[in-house]
């Protein structure tokens, strides 16, 4: 972990009740299936002095390893603004697992609404030999942005290192890709599912795209 803090459990206190992980929107816990308890996964998402997991924890389980978070910032999600040093404009990689369908919806959403922002790349830690067909429709359909001439898949160490991860809600196994600032977005995967479904998802991610290009505009 590259960052000098971040939470640590204590699982002879921790009844498992999971509100650290519903409260974390940075992609920090998982849940254990082996154990039915939440395990830290991606501590370099931690926002430092958040403190927000510590407080919904019922029998105080959580401490911060490092320092003791006194940094107190002034937290809420939504208005919180990290501050990103890098060259440039900051680099925005945008995870799931296959790089098949949320991922790839992200990056081509990410390329049109939010390119003076930031640049946009989205990778996956296996990877499927085609982009989602269902996800390349709607998105020509709703944008008239062709995903398959413009995109393909691709791997965590195919594209450059990220100053910002955005996990788009794999549950299965995220990477632990080092970054400055993380958000998971906890997104189920459409595939398989209704235009519908699709859509909703599509629509979501359009406006946590939004969100995402308010947070990171520095102007
Ligand atoms: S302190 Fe905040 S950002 Fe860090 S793990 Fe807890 S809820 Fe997530
Ligand atoms: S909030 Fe506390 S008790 Fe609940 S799962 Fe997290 S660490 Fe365990």
Known sequence: MSKAWYPEIDYNKCVG????????????????????????????????????CEKKCPVGAI????????????????SYKPEIKCEGKPKVAFVCVHNSCRSQIAEALGKKLASDVFESYSAGTELKDHINPDAVRMIKKIYGIDMEETQHNKLIEDIPSPDVVIFMGCNVSCPNVPSQYAENWGLDDPS??????????????EEKMHQLKKKLNTI
């Open 17 to 52: 009740c999971m509100a650290c992980n519903d409260m974390c929107r940075h992609g920090v816990y998982k849940l254990n299936e082996e154990t039915g308890k939440p395990k830290v996964v991606y501590g370099t998402g931690c926002v430092h002095g958040c403190h927000g």
């Open 63 to 78: 401490h911060y390893f490092g320092d003791d978070g006194t940094l107190d910032i002034d937290y809420d999600f939504d």
């Open 192 to 205: 398989g599912k209704s235009d519908e479904e699709f859509g909703k998802t599509i629509q979501a991610i």
